[in-house]
């Protein structure tokens, strides 16, 4: 072989190894599931923050209701995270928290996110029941952010009675149960200042347990929805 054919397997072999290196991802980082912000927030990534009910308060991650049984928190959180390509912040919080505290911290991570870099609609706000208010009240405060916000089953004649009441800005998604005694949204809905409104009704017949377990009929659709917003460009 001479000089001449050397020079060309080289080159051949550099273009290639350049072309894995192009097809690479910049950041190959797995998201990750987190107790509380992160210390190190990436910018370029999705950012999810569940908020729990009410019952999962205290130290039992599978606490029971006698009427709709098992509130699995652990597989809530693995079901969000597993097909959601995203960072998921799902804190418990303590026995007999302090609410006020807890929405200032959600505003709190939601600025901290923001000036790192990530973009308000890689920025999500989840809550189901007593999570859905606590996440209502910080979206409201965050309204001009433009951030996502998902509810849960809080809704009553399609409004949530707050005072000062609530306005959302942003996106916003709201699913409920058909079988529930809470519903539709739509009324804080029209009273907010939004980019977006989405609703989704289920109809599992298991009432506000529905949201105790990862149920496809709220997981599936809700993950569709970050998704879709977490591909926009800004």
Not at 6 to 31: D, G, N, W
Request: hydrophobic fraction near 40%.
């Amino acid at each position: 072989m001479n000089r001449s054919q050397h020079t060309i397997i080289e080159l051949c072999s550099f273009k290639a190894v350049l072309l894995v290196a192009m097809l690479i991802p910049i950041s190959s980082r797995a998201v990750e599931i987190y107790d509380g912000l992160p210390a190190a927030i990436h910018g370029n990534e999705s950012y999810v923050i569940y908020s729990h009910g009410r019952i999962v308060e205290g130290n039992n991650s599978t606490p029971i209701s006698p009427e709709y049984g098992v509130y699995d928190f652990p597989a809530v959180k693995r079901a969000l995270f597993e097909g959601g390509n995203f960072n998921l912040i799902a804190p418990q919080r303590p026995e007999n928290p302090d609410y006020g505290q807890y929405v200032d911290t959600l505003v709190s991570w939601v600025r901290q996110l923001l000036k790192a870099g990530v973009k308000p609609n890689r920025i999500t706000l989840v809550g189901f029941s007593r999570g859905g208010q606590l996440t209502a009240a910080a979206s409201s405060r965050l309204e001009h952010e433009e951030i996502n916000t998902v509810i849960l089953a809080i809704c009553d004649k399609g409004d949530f009675v707050s005072d000062p009441p609530w306005v959302l800005g942003g996106n916003f998604l709201s699913i409920y149960e058909t079988s529930d005694v809470v519903g539709s949204c739509a009324g804080l809905a029209k009273r907010s200042r939004l980019k977006s409104f989405k609703e989704i009704a289920i109809s599992t017949g298991r009432k506000h347990g529905a949201f105790f377990q990862p149920l496809p009929e709220w997981v599936s659709p809700l993950e569709t929805w970050i998704a879709n917003l977490n591909a926009r460009e800004r």
